[in-house]
């Protein structure tokens, strides 16, 4: 059973647009990962939340955590081909165990 | 960040023989390692936790006689497929859990092929 459900499966836009990925569960996270990872390669950890309500920026990627703690969404602006990825959030729920939602690929097209 | 290694990066073998692959933290030290394996176009399914010193916890489905974990250092901690076969052909990814924060930092991954 995946605790954590992303939204949408797939995403396929043209650069430049704008595009968010939502990550919801019904138990609360003492906190939440985002990471990208690139086709033969591990994910790489883009941000970590964990206070309700955060809103984290890291250049054009804009990471909020919902003030209950049970979901997230990652918005990326203006968006480029290098951001073309399988992205997933991950999280520890409150028993410590931790795990990854299922994924959104994207892929951001010239 | 904190930086995880993975050996081998790919590694093809017989149907009937044994591979080891080596998960390494390079700049912090690491009570607790994770091995997860992951199928194309899917997201990471976890295997096992690794502790150091004492012994892993597998998830269920997860079959400790054939996957052997061994985590006898803090930096160090190895996955053994026995007697592998061609279903266990993967991408297998470890990563290494910094303890004051519980955030997990991913190894490159090792694309195992079974022929």
């Known amino acids: 059973t995946q605790l954590l459900e992303q939204s949408p499966q797939f995403l396929s836009i043209q650069e430049g647009e704008n595009l968010t990925v939502y990550c919801n569960s019904s138990?609360?996270?003492?906190?939440l990962q985002w990471y990208r990872q690139e086709p033969g390669e591990g994910p790489v950890l883009l941000v970590t939340?964990?206070?309700?309500?955060e809103v984290k920026k890291l250049k054009r990627l804009t990471f909020q955590f919902g003030d209950a703690r049970k979901d997230s969404s990652l918005h990326i602006t203006a968006a480029q081909p290098g951001d073309t990825g399988l992205y997933l959030c991950?999280?520890?729920?409150?028993?410590?165990?931790?795990?990854f939602g299922a994924g959104t690929q994207v892929v951001v097209t010239p | 960040g904190a930086v995880v290694s993975q050996h081998p990066s790919w590694v093809i073998c017989k149907s009937g023989t044994s591979v080891k692959i080596e998960c390494r933290s390079l700049?912090?030290?690491?009570?607790?390692m994770f091995w997860y394996r992951q199928f194309p176009k899917q997201s990471l399914m976890l295997m096992a936790t690794?502790?150091?010193?004492?012994?892993?916890?597998?998830e269920q489905g997860v079959e400790k006689d054939k996957f052997l974990i061994n985590h006898a250092s803090l930096t160090l901690s190895t996955l053994t497929v026995t007697s592998a076969h061609p279903e266990d052909s993967s991408f297998y990814i470890c990563?290494?859990?910094?303890?004051?924060?519980?955030?997990?930092?991913f190894g490159p991954g090792t694309r195992l092929t079974v022929l």
């Open positions: 990563s290494a859990r910094l303890d004051f924060n519980n955030e997990q930092f």
């Open positions: 138990s609360v996270f003492s906190s």
């Open positions: 939340v964990v206070t309700g309500g």
């Open positions: 991950a999280g520890t729920d409150s028993w410590g165990k931790f795990q």
């Open positions: 700049d912090f030290q690491a009570t607790t």
């Open positions: 690794s502790n150091e010193g004492s012994k892993a916890t597998y």
